[in-house]
């Protein structure tokens, strides 16, 4: 447990000290910071290549693994020997970014965009008439599947409303030709659904199951992964774990003697316990000389069950750290172990998929900025990213909540909660302790938020 | 009328008349009609398709397949149907009929990375409830939107007419009594009069002319008009009311920045075969009345002329791909040459083309078999069921006078065509 939870630290602590190729940056944080280009593996590699990108002869396979709620602080809880022995294998993103709730977040993982460009700034209902999500957004699976890759979407979806379309294939609209173990919005709430018995969606048709959703969603994907496929493949595995209802998984997905506790914090643990088994599995069926990995939450620690030590100011629906910073890991060919502290955010996920891929999209993806290059070597500072959350009176349509932040490549972060707007530099207080005035960085960070929603 | 294009079957083709070179990326228009025979456009008096052949190219030796399925997914995919097991037209109530697979590129996610926006209308037949929801198929394979859709054909058994049936708006079911092909067309005026910032396809599959036989409104007939008494009749007046809808549909289009396509999924229905009939059979049957459709290009950058090249269905996302400067993508499309050299008076050639239905649908041995394997110097060999008929349609355009066949192995041409059936047809 030690290496994960020294990685989770220096990720908080460190993370957006290394955050930085600005002059000021502490040149002592540099040693764990990405491995120098020279160490880049190029398996094609004939001589110096122009691109940091590894050049391969065939397009890489893609796997990306998005679980549901879960941030650095909860790995200082739970036994996750197999995100250890991937944050081994690969790079830590340290200022890795999300919005603080889900939908949002998702949009940004397929569409690249901030999702209140199309007036998304909560969680979907999927139930409901009002249309979320246009047809005309090119999603990151229309893409791949276009250019002749294989996709498959496991599990939760989140981007789409009954008014898009039909509920049950809303995402394969969006380019997965196979939609698997499929969750249009949310299994359902705390003490009324379970993981265990739900109704999982299979290319267009749900039907009722009594199977863990970790597990189904898994053996679906091992089942797609080991038909033999001429094309490059994608797989986007999205767990519905350890969202609620926090279902206490059955023991055969727990480490042996795992004991669940009673209440909702422990069985949220116990899910990331279970989830760590399914990740190795997901690992296990995978070549990484061949495929690269990224896993990442959409979003912190639930609200509702937050970490004992609770370090930080709010955790999911807040744009706290705890709700809106998060672990990625990368890994895949020419990847080099070790820490990566370039500024990312969920947006930037598609177009770095992409380019991995070696594609490009013909439109769309206005926000996202590929952080490929900083797999492989240093690249330049990305500009500054946003989280939102707003919440509406269900009745009135009243603006209840309108909370976001910025973080700038350096750790500065401008928070706006309750509409009190306040500056932490989070490379000495990753905890967002002691407000700064700052107030040309301030109103320089609040512009960038401005740009993308007056 | 198309009289004389009908004569022009049998002539040689008149010289091509190259018109400027195309500027933009096109807006594209496929319209499919439902069981259209070039002899009904000759019989008819069809003002509006007349004037597009007339300033477009007519394609005279066009090929769709005895059945709508596998030419609607021709239309596509570029493929033959057969390399989906898709032979027939799916059955619209059967949850377990398989049609395409969701993993092919169809033409419109092709043609997004040209940044093309898409929309398809009315029939799209080509996935079963098998590979998707049946209200969500055209959506799932690439259309952006599909609206006053319809998932196979109106089910006259359900109580569908062409007055009285289920469409869908993008997902959502609503039970319309506009005529179909009315509504088809006000749906598409409604989408392509929407200001766009990005080239367009729009792929319309009319249940008109074929479809539940009845006679079309009277206000899309010509005043005067008899009242039908026959089912040929009823179903003439479907093909006035086609063109008359037509003539709505070009007036909402700017010809000089669209590509129009306008053909058929298949020849006049065997019911209601054309009074001076020629062709030993119609709809469903490979012989020419079922499978030689009207095919016509017309708008930004083709010429007007008439072209003799060899085409199917299969074609046309080759076509349309290059009209939009897009790359074929590097899975699938495997069975299309592209057309788009002739649009401008090149004149080019392709290999012999299949049409080809089949029961039952899937990967399991075909019980029923109708095919016609045509190479572009017009020799056409027949499978009606039972035999095979050889014909040269240079001399027998209407097929009225099999050739003797020679033993495999001893003349190369039908070889060739013998060959390629056996390589699609399951």
């Given at each position: 447990m030690l290496p994960i939870r020294a990685l989770a630290l220096a990720s908080i602590v460190l993370g957006c000290t290394l955050a930085t190729h600005s002059p000021s940056s502490p040149s002592s944080a540099a040693p764990s910071a990405a491995p120098p280009p020279a160490s880049i593996p190029t398996p094609s590699a004939t001589g110096p290549a122009p691109s940091p990108l590894p050049t391969a002869t065939t397009p890489p396979d893609v796997v990306l693994v998005v679980l549901d709620d879960m941030s650095w602080e909860d790995l200082f809880h739970v036994a996750t020997p197999n995100m250890i022995g991937l944050a081994l294998q690969g790079q830590v993103c340290t200022s890795f970014y999300t919005h603080p709730v889900c939908s949002p977040t998702r949009i940004g993982l397929n569409f690249g965009i901030y999702s209140v460009r199309e007036g998304v700034v909560g969680a979907l209902s999927h139930h409901d008439d009002e249309p979320a999500m246009p047809a005309e957004r090119l999603a990151l699976a229309q893409v791949l599947h276009a250019e002749g890759y294989a996709t498959a979407l496991f599990g939760k979806w989140h981007a789409s409303t009954a008014g898009d379309g039909v509920t049950d294939e809303n995402a394969r609209r969006f380019g997965f030709e196979h939609w698997y173990a499929g969750v249009a919005g949310n299994i359902g709430k705390e003490g009324v659904a379970s993981q265990i018995n739900w109704h999982p969606i299979e290319d267009g048709y749900n039907a009722p199951v009594t199977h863990y959703s970790g597990d189904l969603i898994t053996q679906e994907f091992e089942t797609w992964w080991s038909q033999p496929s001429t094309r490059p493949r994608f797989a986007s595995i999205n767990y519905t774990t350890p969202h609620e209802p926090w279902t206490a998984p059955p023991p055969a997905f727990l480490p042996p003697g795992y004991t669940v506790g009673p209440n909702k914090r422990a069985r949220f643990e116990a899910s990331i316990a279970a989830l760590d088994g399914f990740l190795g599995r997901v690992c296990a069926a995978i070549d990484l000389s061949t495929t690269y990995l990224l896993v990442l939450p959409d979003?912190?620690?639930?609200h509702n069950v937050v970490p004992p030590g609770s370090w930080y100011n709010g955790y999911k629906l807040t744009p706290w750290q705890g709700g809106v910073h998060v672990p990625l890991l990368v890994a895949g060919p020419g990847v080099a172990p070790g820490f990566n502290p370039h500024l990312m955010h969920a947006i930037d996920v598609p177009e770095t998929i992409l380019e991995l891929c070696g594609l490009t999209a013909p439109?769309?993806?206005?926000d996202g900025e590929s952080f490929a290059p900083s797999l492989f070597g240093a690249m330049p500072q990305r500009s500054p990213v946003v989280m939102q959350y707003k919440r509406f009176d269900p009745v009135t349509a009243t603006l209840l909540v309108d909370d976001w932040a910025v973080v700038n490549a350096n750790g500065m972060k401008l928070v706006s909660d309750a509409g009190v707007e306040r500056m932490y530099r989070l490379s000495s207080d990753p905890f967002e302790t002691t407000p700064l005035w700052m107030p040309q960085l301030h109103q320089s960070l609040k512009a960038v938020k401005q740009a993308i929603d007056p | 009328m198309l009289r004389v294009l009908l004569t022009a079957l049998a002539a040689v083709a008149l010289a091509a008349v190259p018109l400027r070179a195309q500027s933009t990326t096109p807006d594209l228009v496929v319209v499919v009609a439902n069981d259209l025979g070039w002899e009904d456009l000759a019989q008819l008096p069809t003002p509006h398709i007349d004037a597009l052949a007339a300033s477009g190219t007519v394609f005279l030796e066009h090929y769709a397949d005895p059945s709508g399925a596998p030419t609607r997914f021709a239309l596509n995919y570029?493929?033959?149907?057969a390399r989906e097991g898709v032979g027939f037209d799916l059955a619209p109530s059967d949850p377990a009929s398989v049609g395409a697979s969701t993993e092919r590129i169809a033409l419109p996610r092709a043609l997004l990375l040209a940044r093309y926006r898409s929309c398809c209308f009315g029939i799209w037949g080509v996935t079963g409830a098998a590979d998707a929801q049946p209200d969500a198929g055209a959506r799932i394979c690439g259309y952006q939107h599909w609206r006053a859709g319809i998932p196979q054909r109106l089910v006259p058994a359900a109580g569908e007419s062409h007055t009285n049936w289920r469409r869908i708006d993008d997902g959502q079911a609503s039970v319309e009594t506009t005529y179909t092909t009315t509504a088809i067309v006000d749906a598409f005026v409604a989408w392509w009069s929407a200001p766009a910032g990005a080239p367009r396809l729009a792929y319309l599959g009319f249940?008109?002319?074929?479809?539940?036989r009845q006679a079309a409104p009277t206000a899309l007939l010509p005043v005067g008009h008899p009242v039908p008494t026959t089912e040929r009749e009823e179903y003439e007046s479907a093909v006035l009311a086609f063109d008359h809808e037509l003539g709505r549909l070009l007036a909402a289009i700017d010809l000089t920045s669209t590509v129009v396509v306008l053909t058929s999924d298949g020849g006049t229905p065997s019911a209601v075969t054309p009074p001076a009939g020629q062709y030993p059979g119609y709809g469903g049957s490979p012989f020419g009345g079922g499978v030689r459709v009207p095919l016509v290009v017309a708008g930004q950058g083709v010429s007007a002329t008439t072209s003799r090249r060899l085409t199917h269905a299969v074609d046309l996302p080759a076509t349309l791909l290059e009209l939009a400067g897009r790359p074929t993508p590097p899975v699938g499309f495997e069975d299309g040459v592209s057309f788009a050299p002739d649009l401008t008076g090149v004149v080019t050639t392709r290999g012999p083309v299949l049409a080809l239905s089949f029961q039952p649908n899937g990967a399991q041995v075909a019980t029923t078999k109708r095919w016609c394997a045509v190479d572009d110097d017009g020799h056409a060999l027949v499978w009606n069921g039972t035999n095979e008929l050889y014909f040269d349609l240079v001399n027998d355009p209407f097929q009225t006078t099999p050739l003797p066949i020679a033993a495999p192995g001893t003349d190369p041409v039908l070889d060739a065509l013998r060959d390629l059936a056996a390589s699609i047809a399951p």
């Open positions: 979003n912190g620690t639930p439109f769309g993806f206005e | 570029g493929a033959y149907g249940p008109g002319p074929g479809g539940p």
